[in-house]
């Protein structure tokens, strides 16, 4: 089983280096740590009082795990999901913010579990989760992986600008897609032609 930091390395290398696509809502973005990321944690690196895309450039590989470690896995507790979720939950954090836990919670509540939907990891969502988790934590963590590929494909739906995401040039399976299908067990990954099917729309 991968370690927590292992996970963190993982998603880094995921990302991949500096990109600054005006398609992104997130803006210029280096190993998965964006500027805006980096404006709220006041991360000059450059030491000019600014934090601009100069510092996006600096940040090194090693700081974006600290980063992914201390901000996006134990602040938001994600360290106490069950273990078969946290890889998932942790690596959809690092991609959508609040949007990642708001998909599981979601997810619980069509499971009959009374929660709210805010994003936050608290008492209610701890309760349901643990309890969803039982007997089969995997069916649990495949069941998250497919809510998350259907947000990101709805995300495409609505933004066509964001389907290059989710659909390479070359008509396949997209970065979003792979990476939610990544954490899910093999049966539930979508073959070629019911991918196909599903963006058949976009044209």
């Given at each position: 089983?991968?370690?927590?930091r292992?996970?963190?390395?993982?998603?880094?290398a995921?990302?991949?280096?500096?990109?600054?696509?005006?398609?992104?809502?997130?803006?210029?973005?280096?190993?998965?740590?964006t500027?805006?990321?980096?404006?709220?944690?006041?991360?000059?690196?450059?030491?000019?009082g600014?934090?601009d895309?100069a510092d996006?450039?600096?940040?090194?590989?090693?700081?974006?795990?600290?980063i992914f470690?201390?901000?996006?896995f134990?602040r938001?507790?994600?360290?106490?999901m069950?273990g078969?979720?946290q890889?998932?939950?942790?690596?959809m954090?690092v991609?959508?913010?609040?949007y990642?836990v708001?998909?599981?919670?979601?997810?619980?509540?069509?499971m009959?579990?009374a929660?709210?939907?805010?994003?936050v990891?608290?008492?209610?969502t701890?309760?349901?989760?643990?309890a969803?988790?039982?007997?089969?934590?995997?069916?649990?963590?495949?069941?998250?992986?497919v809510?998350?590929?259907?947000?990101?494909?709805?995300?495409?739906d609505?933004?066509?600008?964001?389907?290059k995401?989710?659909?390479?040039?070359?008509?396949?399976?997209g970065?979003?897609i792979?990476?939610a299908?990544e954490?899910?067990?093999?049966?539930y990954?979508?073959s070629?032609?019911?991918?196909?099917?599903?963006?058949s729309?976009?044209?």
């Open positions: 089983m991968q370690t927590v292992q996970i963190a390395e993982g998603i880094v995921r990302e991949g280096g500096f990109v600054n696509d005006p398609d992104d809502p997130g803006g210029a973005t280096k190993y998965g740590v500027i805006h990321t980096m404006r709220r944690l006041g991360l000059d690196l450059t030491g000019d600014r934090v895309v996006v450039r600096s940040l090194s590989r090693a700081q974006a795990v600290e470690l201390d901000h996006y134990a938001p507790r994600i360290g106490e069950p078969a979720l890889a998932s939950l942790f690596d954090y991609n959508a913010g609040g990642a708001k998909i599981l919670q979601r997810l619980l509540r069509e009959g579990y929660l709210s939907v805010d994003g990891i608290g008492p209610q701890l309760r349901a989760v643990r969803a988790a039982v007997p089969d934590a995997v069916a649990l963590r495949d069941a998250y992986g809510a998350r590929r259907n947000y990101y494909f709805r995300l495409a609505r933004r066509p600008a964001s389907r995401y989710a659909r390479t040039r070359a008509g396949g399976k970065g979003w792979r990476r299908e954490f899910m067990s093999q049966r990954r979508m070629e032609a019911e991918f196909q099917r599903r963006v729309a976009w044209g």
